[in-house]
């Protein structure tokens, strides 16, 4: 399996501008791909599509419409199904990407069977996963080796964001703590703002000008393209109960979770601990790029006529991040905007070692980021193509997407943020982790605002008891089809 930053798919995608990705999707190459002959191979056949939305709809794939579609499909005269030779069902979060959305969606319609497309406003990932492909399975283990072969080849589409692929990828993931493999690979067709996972696996970083003529092109890579491997990581919250977290969608209460026992926690603890956890695919961050973040979402839901596209956000999150004081006030001058060493310590299992090691803060940093891609920010590349003998005076390896490792930098303020994105200069290095402990203890601060894969949260802390995020990889490699 390649990474995205392997030879045969350089990460160099990532840094591309959204204006020039949609140029390059102003190609005739969606032209000629003859549509009859597209749909041919990546359209189930119909009893297949019929009776998955029926088990899906029914959340039971042993409802009677469901078995009265495979008997008539089965029936002594029936014409045996036509296999597709790539199989397809898509995911499009209909709300993203403006006005294209439920265009798009009307369009995949028309191009594959109704059925296999699916609006996640309507049908969530995880229905799919237990009923949809639940019904395949049930075929194949009736002796139905058209469905036993469509699940072994099917391909899921996810037209949306980095937050609606990431729960696509999580839901596919539960396929192999559950024993029911091939889990389906994913490609992307990029409608959010970022599309930093979309970026990072050849798929682009806007969704193109002449959309209509290339998303052909597109579903035809998806159906052939190769398969790369992508880490996930899990991230544990701990903190002192009493206090309400306002969570995103990304992370969900849990029971208590015990922290690490290799890593032993100085000072006292609560008797009582709320926990949360959640899974990541990009970053992870901690401080005022957080903060910016949590005040720009809120301004957006508080104002939605505001924010009316890709744009339009960037324009408005950038004005937000100047009143913030993300560039303008000194670290100094407030205790609520000084620098995070006030109130963090960062333990990591560092490149080659099973060992805790608290590794020091620099003193100016406002933002620390632990990255999983070699896009961040929409499309940049913070911790940078670094030279090979400094790797080895650092101790670090090259990063890649798939390699077991995050990528820990830190930001000074908006100026310096600024220049690391227009790559004048590189973020500063911090270290190189296959696990990672942050622990926060308030003093002066009464919250921090943390951030995971663009869904940020303002996070209570406590001056007597400490908070820990602890993050380590999921065992299991997300599987995407790589764009290039």
């Known amino acids: 399996m390649d990474s995205p930053t392997s030879r045969g798919g350089s990460s160099t995608s990532s840094g591309r501008s959204s204006v020039i990705d949609s140029l390059r999707g102003c190609t005739l190459a969606g032209l000629r791909i003859p549509k009859e002959e597209l749909r041919k191979k990546i359209t189930l056949p119909e009893y297949m599509r019929l009776a998955m939305k029926e088990a899906i709809q029914a ?174 990581w899990n991230a544990l919250i701990s903190m002192p109960a009493g206090e309400d977290l306002d969570t995103p969608y990304s992370l969900k209460a849990t029971e208590e979770t015990p922290l690490d026992q290799e890593l032993e926690v100085e000072g006292e603890l609560p008797e009582k601990v709320s926990c949360y956890q959640g899974v990541f695919y990009n970053y992870f961050s901690i401080g005022m790029d957080a903060q910016v973040a949590y005040g720009f979402h809120h301004l957006r839901n508080e104002k939605p006529y505001l924010a009316q596209g890709p744009i339009s956000n960037k324009i408005i999150y950038s004005g937000y991040s100047c009143k913030q004081g993300w560039f303008f006030t000194p670290c100094s001058s407030d205790p609520g905007l000084r620098g995070l060493k006030n109130i963090l310590r960062i333990y990591v299992k560092k490149v080659n070692s099973q060992e805790w090691e608290q590794i020091p803060i620099p003193s100016s940093v406002r933002s620390v980021v632990a990255l999983n891609l070699p896009s961040y920010g929409s499309g940049r590349n913070p911790w940078g193509n670094l030279k090979p003998e400094y790797l080895e005076k650092r101790g670090f390896v090259e990063a890649h997407a798939d390699d077991g490792f995050l990528e820990i930098f830190g930001l000074k303020h908006g100026w310096h943020a600024s220049m690391v994105m227009v790559e004048l200069i590189s973020a500063k290095h911090i270290a190189q982790a296959s696990s990672i402990r942050f622990e926060l203890r308030g003093g002066e601060w009464t919250e921090a605002f943390m951030q995971m894969d663009g869904e940020p949260w303002k996070q209570p802390m406590n001056k007597e008891f400490s908070t820990f995020v602890e993050i380590k990889r999921v065992p299991f490699q997300s599987v995407i089809v790589h764009g290039e």
């Not at 798009?104 to 996963?129: I, S, T």
């Open 59 to 232: 959340k039971n794939v042993e409802a009677n419409t469901v078995t009265q579609l495979y008997q008539a499909a089965h029936t002594d005269g029936a014409e045996p199904p036509d296999m597709p030779e790539s199989p397809l069902v898509v995911f499009i979060n209909s709300k993203s990407g403006g006005r294209h959305g439920p265009e798009l969606k009307a369009r995949l319609q028309a191009l594959m069977g109704e059925e296999q497309v699916f609006d996640l406003l309507v049908v969530k990932p995880q229905e799919f996963v237990q009923y949809g492909l639940g019904c395949l399975e049930k075929f194949a283990a009736l002796g139905d080796s058209c469905a036993e072969e469509t699940r072994g080849k099917l391909r899921v589409v996810v037209a949306g964001g980095d937050g609606t692929v990431g729960w696509v990828l999580g839901c596919l993931g539960e396929l192999d703590k559950q024993g029911r493999l091939p889990v389906p690979p994913t490609g992307i067709i990029p409608l959010g703002t970022g599309n930093d996972l979309s970026r990072s696996f050849g798929w682009g970083g806007s969704f193109p000008f002449n959309w209509k003529s290339a998303i052909k092109r597109t579903l035809d890579r998806i159906a052939d393209g190769r398969i790369c491997r992508l880490d996930s």
